[in-house]
């Protein structure tokens, strides 16, 4: 059962209980917003055939991903990761600034402008998490997003 939630996006409901490892929906990859289908794969390309994204992930030594010698595998992961999480929000933004001229608006019409993370939080409100499990987390990850944004802007 498929239905709008409150949020203003859809929510899928089970009419039944379902077995465990059971496929419920098949979702073709042309339509998911991805570097092939986006209205820009010609930049995806180009932006990972720059200097920015060559190299290793994590400390950008121009050894190589493979063969950096300075990081540990799951530096080298979690870097990656962190590349193609920035690589969709850059697609994201493309198709956004296209507005309805993009194949995608309806998609990115139901996406909120706007996730009050405690990444986003301002640092008085950041403050709320001091001795909470999410504090390290949410600062963490800031520090993160302030260092891409750096390498990256």
């Not at 608006?105 to 999410?134: D, H, K, M, N």
């Not at 600062?139 to 891409?148: H, K, P, T, V």
Request: proline letters at 6%; a negative charge.
């Amino acid at each position: 059962l498929i239905e709008r939630h409150a949020s203003g996006g859809f929510q899928a409901t089970a009419a039944r209980d379902l077995k465990e490892g059971e496929i419920v929906a098949r979702i073709p990859r042309t339509s998911c917003l991805n570097e092939t289908t986006s209205s820009c794969p010609e930049v995806v390309l180009e932006l990972r055939a720059t200097a920015l994204w060559g190299g290793c992930c994590a400390c950008g030594s121009v050894e190589g991903v493979i063969t950096c010698r300075k990081c540990s595998h799951d530096e080298i992961e979690a870097a990656a990761a962190w590349r193609e999480k920035m690589l969709l929000a850059f697609i994201l933004m493309y198709e956004r600034a296209l507005g309805p001229s993009s194949p995608w608006a309806t998609y990115i019409a139901s996406i909120p402008l706007f996730e009050p993370v405690p990444l986003l939080w301002p640092a008085e409100c950041r403050q709320w998490l001091a001795g909470s499990e999410a504090a390290t987390p949410a600062n963490r990850d800031r520090d993160g997003a302030r260092a891409e944004w750096c390498d990256f802007v």
